[in-house]
């Protein structure tokens, strides 16, 4: 932990809010309706982070419109970047998580580790005001804002603007199936667009989307019907 709490960069006066950050709802007081886990701080943590880099991409990027700056906003929040700044502090280590779910995986799953992270900038925020966060979100996020110098598109969106440009119509998903525990799922969806379809897993819908899209792009190489 001692690693972990330098990361971090800020001496929480309220240590309960920190513990609450770190605590799983695997590991929540079923008495007390999971209100002890982090999902009500990962509810703040989430709009809190949208505010900070809102702030820091029209500080950095002054001359780009609101749609370019939405594009670089909705990567940077993502979930997947969520879950890499999670690994990447040490967050899996800290969480709390009953001993039988830790051996199922489920410290390293990316929806744990990203709702973890904006738990964490909830408590932050909660603790130490809006300039405790944006100091944490600054420090971690900042090879994230500066790895392209152009406004990043995300899988589903590439692909709808291929098919759309080709007068192919939208990209249809639907999903296959669901399957683990409420805390751990799995999903499978398909994306058919212009006559072919692709899958992707992944632990939210939106994740499978992203994949199953990212897949059916990745078909594309060395076509040149599509």
């Known amino acids: 932990m001692t690693d972990f709490l330098r990361r971090l960069g800020h001496d929480f006066a309220d240590p309960a809010l920190l513990s609450q950050a770190l605590t799983h709802r695997s590991a929540a007081d079923p008495r007390r309706r999971q209100l002890d886990s982090n999902e009500r701080l990962e509810f703040l ?3 809190v982070l949208a505010l900070t880099v809102a702030e820091w991409l029209s ?3 002054p001359q780009e419109r609101e749609g370019e700056l939405g594009k670089r ?4 929040v993502a979930a997947d970047v969520l879950a890499k700044v999670g690994e990447e502090i040490g967050l899996s ?3 709390r998580i009953p001993p039988a779910e830790g051996r199922t995986g489920l410290r390293q799953r990316a929806t744990v580790l990203a709702d973890a992270t904006e738990a964490l900038i909830g408590a932050l925020y909660l603790d130490g ?3 405790a966060a944006r100091r944490f979100v600054r420090q971690e996020w900042a090879k994230w804002i500066a790895a392209d110098v152009t406004p990043p598109m995300s899988a589903k969106s590439r692909l709808q603007e291929h098919t759309l440009g080709r007068g192919l119509g939208l990209p249809e998903y639907q999903l296959v199936s669901a399957t683990g525990p409420s805390h751990a ?3 499978v969806i398909t994306v058919q667009a212009a006559g072919r379809v ?3 897993t992944g632990d939210t819908k939106r994740s499978a989307e992203q994949q199953a899209a990212e897949n059916w792009l990745a078909g594309l190489e060395g076509r040149s019907d599509v």
């Open 45 to 47: 943590g989430d709009r």
């Open 59 to 61: 500080e950095r990027f």
């Open 73 to 76: 906003l909705s990567v940077l």
């Open 93 to 95: 280590q800290a969480l």
């Open 129 to 131: 005001g809006l300039e």
């Open 185 to 187: 799922p799995v999903f």
């Open 198 to 200: 692709a899958e992707g």
